[in-house]
């Protein structure tokens, strides 16, 4: 599968070969995770370790004492489908199929450069055009929010007071539910897999925190137009995007920060946690000059057909709006400034273009961005020549991601990785739903998203900037692997009849999905552990066979 995968990445790429000289080495850990096993439901008693597959331990009753199970036989079809794992929110029949028709060349380059608005199916698309932030303009909904939020202070009575309250709270929750249902139907039923894969990693490097202030009614439109268009493409437009994104001013503060008023909250997250990283040799000194570069570049709620703001006549014509972003003169330092060592020759917005130029191509900011990209799709401690070919790759394409990506895709280290890397709280359900819901659209995917919050990973719910962790370590407690497996029994029967329930209707009698008759799971059988085969071969029905494939460590890793 290497060489096919080396040749495709070659194939795909626009500018040809890739430097493939990196020293591969082991890119995962050794970490074991306590999970409810499967077994357990079949008569054992308590917990067993899991480990990831080529590294299962002898379960009690699923091997001769002493023997060692022998590890599977390798077959094309399994690779495909621990390929397709990692490229894609999870391997499905659809996805499988597209791979052993076209070829592993012909769907990598898909991958990499998916049509523009890649349809998804009618379904789900109607779902996604009848919601709120698909028919009014982000713009609108906010303004209207603040106009209605300013209201409830001239209120004459407490009561209504807390009626206007409740119904304005209502409403900004009602903007997130709808951005967070669009990212699940997107996940499951879009054919760019690995671009909607690629937005979740951007939106968690840029990561806002839906729950402050109004960036509810924000965030959807935050990850449809400032991150999703830019998740395969340069970087330098992806920064420039989430800058200017009323959602991030707002979440960093920015629209505080101002001229004799300096907030260096957004300057501190914009070096250390988007670009340079926290060791990328930038000073204090760096901070306050980044915060000053920053002051005027704010959020304006002001109606959108109001002229601007009465200026002296020497800062008319530098006055910017865009939507909700604003460039105000008045608020911006205009004193000569310098960053990382070196002056900064633009004045006024040009000063932001010219800062940002220079994060997005210093050389730390390339190892920095490499690591993380290695890490989500490689594993925990991606090996220092990967990442180093990798920053190579950023730099030589003016940070093109997908050139990076088409560096990765070619190593030994990733496809060394395949089958190894423990799945997020989002990975796990979403790929359990890809496997056993994509070939009829979910009619409500509410449950999912409460799955997603047991998990401690909701959409858009990290309050600080960083972003949810991607080591495997963060999602391995013996409550995290106990949650999975209450989830692991919604997700392979018990609550199908929720996922297609119409909204004020009851939920409808659906029979549990049939993932063991699937291309994907057929695939990837061969492979199964003798343990995980004990355990499917004593389920019951098939709803507690779904339960303890989507339990088992086969499962949990991609």
Same mark, same amino acid.
């Given at each position: 599968m290497l060489s096919l995968v080396n040749a495709a990445v070659r194939a795909a790429s626009p500018r040809g070969p890739h430097n493939e000289d990196e020293n591969p080495g082991t890119t995962l850990g050794r970490r074991q995770w306590l999970a409810t096993a499967a077994v357990g439901l079949c008569g054992a008693a308590g917990l067993t370790l899991a480990a990831p597959p080529g590294a299962f331990a002898a379960t009690a009753g699923s091997s001769p004492a002493g023997a060692e199970p022998a590890p599977p036989p390798a077959t094309a079809a399994a690779e495909g489908v621990r390929l397709l794992d990692r490229l894609t929110w999870g391997a499905d029949a659809a996805a499988l199929a597209t791979l052993q028709r076209n070829g592993t060349a012909a769907t990598l380059a898909a991958l990499l450069r998916?049509?523009?608005?890649?349809?998804?199916?009618?379904?789900?698309?109607? !779902?996604?055009?009848?919601?709120?932030?698909?028919?009014?303009?982000?713009?609108?909904?906010?303004?209207?929010?603040?106009?209605?939020?300013?209201?409830?202070?001239?209120?004459?009575?407490?009561?209504?007071r807390k009626a206007a309250q409740d119904a304005y709270q209502r409403d900004l929750r009602t903007l997130q539910r709808e951005a967070e249902r669009r990212f699940v139907l997107r996940a499951v039923y879009s054919p760019a897999q690995l671009q909607e894969k690629m937005t979740w990693f951007w939106m968690?490097?840029?990561?806002?925190?839906?729950?402050?202030?109004?960036?509810?009614?924000?965030?959807?439109?935050?990850?449809?137009?400032?991150?999703?268009?830019?998740?395969?493409?340069?970087?330098?437009?992806?920064?420039?995007?989430?800058?200017?994104?009323?959602?991030?001013?707002?979440?960093?503060?920015?629209?505080q920060?101002?001229?004799?008023?300096?907030?260096?909250?957004?300057?501190?997250?914009?070096?250390?946690?988007?670009t340079l990283g926290v060791d990328g040799g930038y000073t204090q000194h760096d901070v306050q000059e980044m915060a000053r570069v920053l002051t005027g570049h704010g959020v304006s709620l002001r109606p959108l057909d109001e002229p601007p703001p009465r200026l002296k006549p020497e800062w008319t014509r530098q006055y910017v709006r865009h939507g909700l972003y604003e460039f105000h003169p008045q608020r911006h330092d205009w004193q000569p400034k310098e960053l990382l060592g070196q002056p900064l020759q633009g004045q006024g917005m040009a000063e932001l273009d010219e800062a940002l130029d220079r994060l997005a191509r210093a050389p730390a900011t390339a190892r920095f961005v490499s690591r993380k990209l290695a890490a989500y799709l490689v594993g925990?401690?991606?090996?220092?020549?990967?990442? !180093?070919?990798?920053?190579?790759?950023?730099?030589?394409?003016?940070?093109?991601?997908?050139?990076?990506?088409?560096?990765?895709?070619?190593?030994?280290?990733?496809?060394?990785?395949?089958?190894t890397r423990l799945r997020d709280p989002v990975q796990y359900v979403v790929a359990g739903l890809r496997l056993g819901y994509s070939d009829r659209v979910l009619a409500n995917p509410d449950p999912a998203l409460s799955w997603l919050q047991r998990l401690g990973q909701p959409l858009y719910g990290r309050a600080t900037p960083d972003g949810y962790p991607l080591d495997a370590a963060?999602?391995?407690?013996?409550?995290?692997?106990?949650?999975?497996?209450?989830?692991?029994?919604?997700?392979?029967?018990?609550?199908?009849?929720?996922l297609?329930?119409?909204?004020?209707?009851?939920?409808?009698?659906?029979?549990?999905?049939?993932?063991?008759q699937s291309a994907a799971f057929r695939a990837l059988e061969p492979q199964l552990a003798p343990a995980t085969r004990m355990a499917l071969a004593r389920a019951g029905s098939p709803a507690e066979w779904n339960t303890f494939l989507l339990s088992a460590p086969e499962f949990m890793y991609a």
């Open positions: 998916p049509a523009p608005n890649a349809p998804l199916p009618p379904e789900a698309q109607a !779902q996604i055009d009848a919601m709120a932030i698909t028919r009014t303009p982000m713009e609108t909904l906010a303004i209207d929010l603040q106009a209605r939020q300013q209201a409830i202070k001239s209120e004459t009575t407490e009561d209504a968690n490097h840029f990561s806002v925190f839906a729950g402050k202030a109004d960036i509810r009614a924000m965030v959807g439109d935050y990850e449809d137009r400032a991150i999703r268009p830019h998740a395969l493409g340069r970087f330098r437009d992806l920064l420039g995007a989430t800058v200017r994104h009323p959602a991030m001013l707002r979440y960093l503060d920015n629209a920060n101002a001229a004799g008023r300096i907030n260096e909250n957004y300057a501190r997250e914009l070096m250390e946690l988007h925990d401690a991606p090996p220092p020549a990967l990442v !180093q070919a990798l920053a190579e790759s950023f730099t030589r394409s003016d940070g093109h991601i997908g050139a990076v990506l088409q560096t990765l895709f070619a190593s030994e280290a990733f496809q060394a990785s395949l089958g963060a999602w391995t407690s013996s409550g995290q692997m106990a949650v999975r497996f209450e989830i692991a029994r919604a997700l392979g029967g018990a609550a199908t009849g929720a297609y329930r119409a909204e004020g209707a009851p939920p409808p009698k659906v029979p549990p999905p049939a993932i063991a």
